[in-house]
């Protein structure tokens, strides 16, 4: 499980926030923060791995929070959540390493898509040791929003959430044939967009070789802690 700080200074906003992220499977909320100092002090005792950062807090900016959370727990990755659009916070979150940057207001959809490739590309760092230029863009392809004018002729958002929700949440490696018969389409749509999620970085594939004939291509989702190495 993920463990995640939601901080914000709206307590309606950070209720959504939990909400959103605990309907996210690998995820877990360990905390609630509505200030600075809180997110600093939760941060030092819960040790989370991910923070939901928003900028504009009370009692100091969410750019400083970064910062002094870094300096204390180097492995924690943020995603800002903010309403700020300005150039000049953008480009301190950039350089204070955001992971994403999220403007209010947005749908689950969005939100899920972000901590869902999080999750991929967390779990693929986690499993690599070293790691050459092809696979390094398949890490920052993870990262990539995939949102609907983001995505290549021949690919639709309501099909690949379609094929990404039956991936990953199997629980093991499925055949283009296998997704295509439990997303009820057809053998040769599923083969496309698998080829799609696997060139994103977003499924794992491996060959499966018989008897004779061409090997079987199987695909797992990234994120799953048992994929292969």
Known sequence: MIRT??????????????????????????GEALTGADALALAAGLRPDLVLLDIYLPDMSGLEVMRRVREDARSVDVIAITSAKDVQTLRGAMQGGVVHYLVKPFSFATFRERLESYAALKARLDRLSEADQHEIDRLFALLRAQGEGALPKGISTPTLTLVVDVVRTAGDELSAAEVAERAGISRGTARRYLEFLADSGSLDLTLRYGAAGRPEHRYRWAGHVGAPK
């Not at 914000?8 to 959504?16: K, N």
């Open 5 to 30: 700080l939601v901080v914000d200074d709206d307590f309606m906003a950070a209720s959504v926030h939990r909400s959103f992220t605990e309907r996210v499977p690998g995820f877990e909320v360990v």
